[in-house]
Nanobody
Framework: QVQLVESGGGLVQAGGSLRLSCAAS????????LGWFRQAPGKERAFVAG????????YYADSVKGRFTISRDNANDTVYLQMNSLKPEDTAVYYC???????????WGQGTQVTVSS
């Protein structure tokens, strides 16, 4: 089991920045990758960014490339999402997720709200 707790969401104006954090606990040594997803009202949950635990390889959705940066701190089992140049369409609940033993993202945090005003 892996437990995930997100923090750092809030309200920001368009063009602003926020940094989300996700603290992992439990059997984190078996985590292959951590990622961020988001779900806007009336839409399905969508992948935002991911990072592998060992090599630090990163992956991004096209919609956030060049604006968002995912990073990790393995010593503290924490993953971050730095979000710059935020747009109103980035408004969503952001979820941290863990891919354990490369079996897919099957552990989820409770989510944190990000609201970008125009």
């Amino acid at each position: 089991q892996v437990q995930l707790v997100e923090s750092g969401g809030g309200l920001v104006q368009a063009g602003g920045s926020l940094r989300l954090s996700c603290a992992a606990s439990g059997r984190t040594s078996r985590t292959y990758a951590l990622g961020w997803f988001r779900q806007a009202p009336g839409k399905e949950r969508a992948f935002v960014a991911g990072i592998t635990r060992s090599s630090g390889s990163t992956y991004y959705a096209d919609s956030v490339k060049g604006r968002f940066t995912i990073s990790r701190d393995n010593a503290n089992d924490t993953v971050y999402l730095q979000m710059n140049s935020l747009k109103p369409e980035d408004t969503a609940v952001y979820y941290c997720a863990a891919n354990v033993e490369n079996s897919g993202f099957n552990y989820w945090g409770q989510g944190t709200q990000v609201t970008v005003s125009s």
